[in-house]
């Protein structure tokens, strides 16, 4: 069947190796393999936990630092690296002293080094730049910035998309489905974009594709059984798409998530689902904490600081486990208590040392308690230490959670940052620091005066999370077409997957149903799962809904009596198709794709609506309508 083909096509688009981009720079080629590289091979002796020799290789400004006996790297010159010398066959001393690195992998570091400026290690002594310059907009900041990158590299950015194709892809951003024709007809015959962007923020479907995302980035995906699990009942849905709606600051939807409260406030309700989920595992907590108010993941540092990350702390870890590990759910309420003693803990690190698990934040900031005197008399949780000792979900007067939740609200600027690397990457594909939710030393930002200005434009608009996306999608890159340079320049959008959601929503639009159908949509969810998948690969499972599932035989089913008849009726079967791809991609079938079509469809003129229908499922599960145009 023709859609077998697409599906085919699908999966070896998806499963293709990429080489590195036109464009790409020593940090790209550092980010892209050389980091792995080291981390495989060389960290273990020398990084964080141990530093033979005096030397470091877990980040570029420690490998150009160098050892007791010198510098390792010659920027722009390999062959007087030692760094490169000690990895060739029969090299004296060698690297890795019992194993010899492949030669792809000796090839990457060459590359690198021959990559380096001769500026380099000058240029990593400097601090990370501070925002000095002033921008009118996030939309002017965004186009300055990425411009003057493109010029250090020596690329140009991709040419801007058409209106049909940044209709199609604004509409999949912030409502979540593509546009309907009526929607697209009406943009067309006046291509107000200002006027689109806003409209479509104001609309209730901005806030449910909002609320789809951020449930995921906070709480993962549930797949087994019913992916929706007990969020939706239990107000936590409700909580982020209110949130939404009214433009809630961040900082009091996060301050809301980490307090718990039983505030009967309609703002509030369901936050407490954040931490209830967890089920009184306070790690899952903190682990789940960390990249929403640091913006990175904070896992690695259980055991011991954290191997590859330096500022992370095996105390950070604990102490953000202390914060939480008074609470207590109470399942008849969904709610979450918290005791107003106890939670006085100890970690032990490698050298079998014991710490106190005192709650302190990534930024420095520690929370002053006072400890038990040692004396061995257990505290006395009284009434009078909570505002109501008689209710279901009692509160302290004191509160290690309050006080870490106004902590990490209030003047962290960390939190910003997060939040506008998280939202950039899920409109372009790509964090500005990339992984997006590992925001570290390890992983430095493209365009680090980029970020600051966004993030510390966001804290000044008092966390206005609309004003963000705003400004994203109204800037230049969002309006780019693909390129092949180096993904980190922005210099075109990167090609990113579309989710379950957008799926499930824009194949009832192009099918003209309405858009959402909740059993549809979940079983969608529970086949195709990921989002922002660090990469991609499709997977069998998934090639097998595409192409057989009972689920889209019967949405192309659903569809039978309307648009499949309609396109069924029409006497040319060039006009069927023209039709049906207008339906699908927005667009006319090129040349190719008109004639491959055509010839289907009168390969199958015995059985009309039967070709009608198997041409509609072939372009609905096409790489290009699965991918963000």
């Known amino acids: 069947m023709l859609r077998c083909v697409f599906v085919v096509l699908f999966l070896s688009f998806s499963l293709a190796a990429i080489p590195f981009a036109r464009g790409a720079d020593a940090a790209a080629l550092w980010s892209g393999k050389v980091r792995q590289i080291l981390d495989v091979n060389c960290v273990k002796c020398h990084g964080v936990l141990e530093q033979k020799g005096g030397l470091e290789l877990d980040t570029p400004a420690m490998v150009l630092k160098g050892g007791e006996d010198g510098a390792v790297v010659t920027p722009g010159n390999p062959e007087e690296s030692a760094l490169f010398t000690s990895l060739e066959h029969g090299a004296d001393p060698h690297m890795p002293p019992?194993?010899?690195?492949?030669?792809?992998?000796?090839?990457?570091?060459?590359?690198?080094?021959?990559?380096?400026?001769?500026?380099?290690?000058?240029?990593?002594?400097?601090?990370?730049?501070?925002?000095?310059r002033q921008f009118a907009s996030g939309e002017e900041a965004i186009s300055i910035l990425l411009a003057e990158g493109w010029a250090r590299a020596g690329v140009k950015p991709a040419a801007a998309v058409t209106d049909v194709v940044w209709c199609r892809r604004v509409y999949l951003d912030l409502a979540g489905r593509i546009p309907t024709q009526a929607e697209l007809v009406a943009f067309l015959a006046a291509p107000q974009r200002d006027g689109l962007i806003d409209k479509l923020l104001a609309a209730p479907e901005y806030a449910v594709r909002m609320r789809e995302l951020w449930d995921t980035f906070l709480m993962?995906?549930?797949?087994?059984?019913?992916?929706?699990?007990?969020?939706?009942?239990?107000?936590?849905?409700?909580?982020?798409?209110?949130?939404?709606?009214?433009?809630?600051?961040?900082?009091?939807?996060?301050?809301?998530?980490?307090?718990?409260?039983?505030?009967?406030?309609?703002?509030?309700?369901?936050?407490?689902?954040?931490?209830?989920?967890?089920?009184?595992?306070?790690?899952?907590?903190?682990?789940?904490?960390?990249?929403?108010?640091?913006?990175?993941?904070?896992?690695?540092?259980?055991?011991?600081?954290?191997?590859?990350?330096?500022e992370i702390k095996q105390a950070h870890y604990w102490g953000l486990v202390a914060a939480f590990n008074r609470s207590k759910n109470v399942d008849a309420s969904t709610g979450v208590a918290e005791s107003a003693v106890g939670g006085f803990m100890n970690f032990t690190n490698l050298k079998k040392e014991s710490q106190p698990a005192v709650v302190t934040l990534l930024t420095g900031q520690t929370l002053p308690e006072v400890w038990p005197s040692g004396s061995g008399t257990p505290e006395k949780d009284e009434p009078e230490l909570y505002e109501d000792a008689k209710a279901p979900v009692r509160v302290p007067k004191y509160s290690r959670r309050e006080a870490f939740a106004d902590a990490a609200t209030q003047g962290n600027p960390l939190l910003a940052r997060a939040f506008v690397n998280r939202m950039w990457a899920a409109l372009t594909g790509r964090g500005i620091v990339n992984p997006p939710d590992e925001i570290n030393e390890r992983n430095t930002p493209s365009h680090p005066e980029l970020l600051e200005w966004l993030a510390q434009d966001f804290a000044a608009h008092k966390y206005d999370t609309r004003r963000v996306v705003r400004e994203i999608v109204r800037s230049r890159v969002y309006a780019l077409g693909a390129s092949d340079t180096a993904p980190e320049l922005f210099a075109g959008m990167k090609e990113r997957p579309?989710?379950?959601?957008?799926?499930?929503?824009?194949?009832?639009?192009?099918?003209?149903?309405?858009?959402?159908?909740?059993?549809?949509?979940?079983?969608?969810?529970?086949?195709?799962?990921?989002?922002?998948?660090?990469?991609?690969?499709?997977?069998?499972?998934?090639?097998?809904?595409?192409?057989?599932?009972?689920?889209?035989?019967?949405?192309?089913?659903?569809?039978?009596?309307?648009?499949?008849?309609?396109?069924?009726?029409?006497?040319?079967?060039?006009?069927?198709?023209?039709?049906?791809?207008?339906?699908?991609?927005?667009?006319?079938?090129?040349?190719?794709?008109?004639?491959?079509?055509?010839?289907?469809?009168?390969?199958?003129?015995a059985h009309p609506a039967d070709a009608t229908r198997e041409l509609l499922w072939a372009l609905l599960t096409s790489a290009e309508f699965l991918a963000m145009p």
């Open 220 to 310: 993962g995906r549930l797949v087994r059984g019913n992916p929706d699990g007990r969020r939706k009942g239990t107000g936590w849905w409700t909580f982020l798409e209110k949130a939404f709606k009214n433009n809630r600051p961040w900082n009091e939807v996060v301050y809301d998530m980490l307090c718990a409260r039983p505030d009967k406030a309609p703002e509030r309700k369901g936050a407490a689902w954040f931490l209830f989920e967890r089920k009184n595992d306070f790690q899952k907590i903190a682990e789940a904490v960390a990249p929403v108010v640091y913006g990175t993941k904070i896992d690695c540092a259980q055991c011991h600081d954290h191997p590859l990350a330096r």
């Open 98 to 132: 019992k194993k010899q690195l492949t030669d792809a992998e000796r090839a990457a570091v060459k590359e690198w080094i021959a990559a380096l400026p001769v500026t380099a290690v000058a240029a990593v002594e400097k601090a990370q730049p501070k925002v000095a």
């Open 498 to 605: 579309l989710t379950a959601e957008q799926l499930a929503r824009s194949w009832r639009v192009a099918l003209e149903l309405p858009p959402d159908d909740d059993e549809f949509r979940r079983s969608v969810v529970t086949a195709l799962p990921d989002v922002l998948p660090k990469e991609y690969n499709a997977s069998f499972q998934q090639a097998q809904f595409l192409s057989t599932s009972p689920t889209m035989t019967a949405l192309l089913q659903s569809a039978q009596g309307g648009c499949i008849a309609r396109l069924t009726a029409l006497p040319e079967v060039n006009a069927r198709v023209r039709e049906a791809f207008q339906l699908v991609y927005g667009r006319a079938p090129a040349a190719d794709e008109a004639a491959q079509s055509v010839a289907f469809v009168k390969a199958n003129a």
